[in-house]
């Protein structure tokens, strides 16, 4: 089988090993560490990325496009365009993600997302299903659709569960509207990890949703109840939960930098996960855009409805590492456990991947010492490489 060494400086959990090694062999890591450990055989190609990190894939569990192509599209074709797309951010699994639409748009987009799944991808791997709304309250709808915001009855859950089977892997949904709890309840049943998000919970709504087994929340701060020191709300709550993860925005425009920082320093990297909740423009520059059946325009970045509301994101996981080691001062190890390891906790495949080390999968990325994404190998073959690109 075919062996890879890139060498550069590898991010472990724990440590960073400084002009380190990885090797692969065929679609698994066959050793990650210092080179005078290694013995070649001879036979290794020789990816040369000296004075640059070398980082685990990361997984992004909140994205609902890139490149043009949205996964409410409802296309196959739409989901390889982004899984190809998210490879040039140094992206090797993600959680396609859908939005509040019409039922039957939601169904359309999950099919679509069995076809893709069960074909052959050598880019980004759909990990599975991030269900983002229908079942959200509409005071905190942020760029959802109200007139789409359902509520969740037997008949739509079983619907679900039957199309989407187990790549459903997450629901963002407010445990305060009706019919939730007992959604939740039974999606964890199925487990499915319920996160609150687009929530108007107070502390004590939140405390029974945990205990019907919600155990994240979605995009903190962003469409849900502040703190208030005599009502907690969601964010309050996500704050005081140990047992709880959330993840951000950390694209410094949904969330102030200090606010970061706060909220890591009291997650701490292994209950903070950094997402994109990228959308169509992620890479296409200023313009206007269709987000979940209505207009977004995005100028310097910056993705906003008509009236002004943040409409998704054109933040991409490499840009979040960037900001939290630059902007929040967060050891490099620390922003990549976010970005990689602590998502591939979340969703139970820390076994196999979310860490550079022998016998996981071989998704990797190499980061510039600016955190530009160089290149990018999921399951051990060059899924991108900038200079292939930019000739
Ligand atoms: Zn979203």
Not at 175 to 204: F, K, N, Q, Y
Not at 332 to 357: C, F, H
Request: charged content about 20%.
């Amino acid at each position: 089988m075919s062996k890879t060494i890139v060498t550069g400086n590898v991010v472990q959990t724990e440590r960073v090993i400084e002009q380190g090694i990885v090797v692969t062999e065929g679609q698994y890591i066959l050793f990650a560490g210092k080179k005078e450990e290694y013995i070649p055989t001879g036979d290794e190609t020789q990816l040369d990325f000296s004075g640059h990190w070398i980082i685990p894939g990361m997984i992004d569990l909140h994205v609902h496009g890139s490149a043009g192509h949205d996964v409410m599209d409802g296309t196959p074709d739409a989901l390889r365009e982004i899984s190809k797309s998210l490879c040039q951010y140094g992206v090797t699994g993600f959680l396609a993600t859908t939005m509040t639409a019409p039922w039957e748009h939601i169904v359309r987009a999950l099919h679509a997302i069995t076809v893709a799944t069960e074909e052959r991808n050598d880019y980004a791997q759909i990990l599975g299903v991030h269900l983002e709304g229908p079942w959200i309250n509409p005071k905190h709808k942020g760029a959802q659709k109200e007139e789409d915001i359902q509520q969740p009855g037997r008949e739509q859950l079983e619907s679900l569960l039957s199309v989407a089977q187990d790549r459903l892997r997450m629901v963002t949904l407010a445990p305060e509207m009706p019919g939730v709890l007992e959604a939740i309840r039974e999606l964890v049943r199925h487990g499915v990890i319920c996160s609150i998000g687009h929530s108007d919970a107070t502390w004590e709504e939140v405390r029974q949703a945990v205990g019907a087994g919600a155990t994240h929340f979605t995009h903190l701060f962003n469409a849900m109840r502040g703190l208030h020191h005599r009502e907690p709300g969601v964010v309050g709550s996500a704050l005081q939960l140990r047992q709880c993860s959330c993840d951000i925005i950390a694209d410094f425009v949904h969330v102030h930098p200090a606010a970061v920082e706060l909220v890591y320093h009291s997650k701490g990297r292994e209950k903070l996960l950094l997402i994109s909740d990228g959308m169509r423009a992620v890479g296409m520059g200023d313009g206007t855009f269709e987000l979940g059946g209505q207009t977004v325009h995005v100028h310097g970045c910056i993705a906003r409805l008509a009236g002004g509301t943040l409409a998704g994101s054109t933040l991409t996981l490499d840009r979040a590492v960037k900001n939290m080691v630059e902007g929040v001062g967060v050891a490099v190890q620390d922003a990549v456990y976010m970005a990689s390891t602590a998502p591939a906790e979340k969703l139970g495949i820390a076994d196999r991947k979310g860490s550079l080390e022998a016998g996981k999968d071989a998704d990797l990325a190499v980061l510039s010492s600016d955190f530009r994404t160089l290149l990018t190998m999921v399951k051990g073959k060059i899924a991108y490489r900038e200079d292939e690109v930019h000739g």
